[in-house]
């Protein structure tokens, strides 16, 4: 009885044009890339040289993981015609829009800055609660609230006291 092979399949081929790899050559080697861009150039520049997932991770010390997801996403973002840049960035991420825009936060923490008497308010100092409720007050928003000022406070390192 004859024992079956395990399958081995290899990697997509890849197949860069002179363009394509002459661009991430300078990617890579352009001191102001990021350094998971000129990864994942590095990583599509060993994939046109025919190296399998394996020996890309070995050579850069990556997982073979990084390996197989950076060369799916260059060969799907192949047909897009996307500048090889843009085709090394990151999946846009989960979640909505952002809620509020930089101008309705940045006059939250002017506000916050602010004497809380100048907008007659009896308090010695600004609580997040006081702030989302001044902000509806002077229609900045239409609601927002009182920890997500917290949160948008902290990330500033904005302490109204």
């Keep these: 009885m004859e024992v079956p092979r395990i399958a081995r399949f290899a990697p997509a081929p890849?197949?860069?044009?002179?363009?394509?790899?002459?661009d991430l050559h300078v990617l890579v080697n352009r001191h102001s890339t990021a350094q998971q861009i000129a990864l994942r150039g590095r990583i599509?520049?060993?994939a046109d040289e025919g190296q399998n997932h394996r020996e890309?991770?070995?050579?850069?010390?990556?997982?073979?993981?990084?390996?197989?997801?950076?060369r799916q996403r260059w060969l799907e973002r192949a047909p897009t015609h996307l500048l090889?840049?843009?085709?090394?960035?990151?999946?846009?991420?989960?979640?909505?829009?952002?809620?509020?825009?930089?101008?309705?936060?940045?006059?939250l923490f002017v506000l916050a800055c602010?004497?809380?008497?100048?907008?007659?308010?009896?308090?010695?100092?600004?609580?997040?609660r006081e702030l989302a409720d001044e902000m509806v007050k002077r229609r900045w928003v239409d609601k927002i609230?009182?920890?997500?000022?917290?949160?948008?406070?902290?990330e500033a390192d904005l302490k109204p006291h």
């Design 44 to 46: 599509i520049l060993l």
């Design 56 to 70: 890309i991770a070995r050579a850069l010390n990556i997982s073979r993981d990084m390996a197989r997801l950076w």
């Design 145 to 154: 609230s009182p920890r997500h000022v917290g949160r948008l406070l902290a």
């Design 114 to 128: 602010e004497n809380p008497a100048n907008s007659r308010r009896p308090i010695s100092h600004w609580t997040p």
């Design 14 to 22: 890849l197949h860069l044009t002179e363009q394509e790899r002459a």
């Design 84 to 107: 090889v840049a843009e085709r090394l960035a990151d999946a846009p991420r989960p979640g909505g829009p952002a809620t509020f825009t930089l101008e309705q936060t940045l006059e």
